[in-house]
């Protein structure tokens, strides 16, 4: 079974930092793309920040502030936040696209979702 496991979120004051961990474990053959979303109370999920074939995209919201990044060895994505917000407040989620597992021996390819991992940032 493919799992992905969010660690790293937390309480934390305005204008300090957090680095979200995410692990995609199970018998994956290959992961397009890794990425981070958030929702806040409310409020659709959007997405953070992807990273697929070395590109990186990232809102608008959180440009200059926040880093993604990927070790595709130990398929983990990470999220460095720095100068962080009262309004990056949200749970957020891990996302794995196109991720190829084997199952009795047979490829499959689904998109996973970590379980989400509660950041609060106070002013």
């Known amino acids: 079974q493919v799992q992905l496991a969010e660690s790293g979120g937390g309480l934390v004051q305005a204008g300090g930092s957090l680095r979200l961990s995410c692990v995609a474990s199970?018998?994956?053959?290959?992961?397009?793309?890794m990425g981070w979303y958030r929702q806040a109370p409310g409020k659709q999920r959007d997405l953070v920040a992807i990273?697929?074939?070395?590109?990186?995209n990232y809102a608008d919201s959180v440009k200059g502030r926040f880093t993604i990044s990927r070790d595709n060895a130990k398929n983990t994505v990470y999220l460095q936040m720095n100068s962080l917000k009262p309004e990056d407040t949200a749970v957020y989620y891990c996302?794995?696209?196109?991720?190829?597992?084997?199952?009795?021996?047979?490829?499959?390819?689904?998109?996973?979702w970590g379980q989400g991992t509660q950041v609060t940032v106070s002013s």
């Open positions: 990273t697929s074939a070395g590109s990186t």
């Open positions: 996302n794995a696209a196109g991720l190829t597992y084997l199952l009795y021996g047979r490829g499959y390819t689904a998109d996973f």
């Open positions: 199970g018998s994956i053959t290959h992961i397009d793309a």
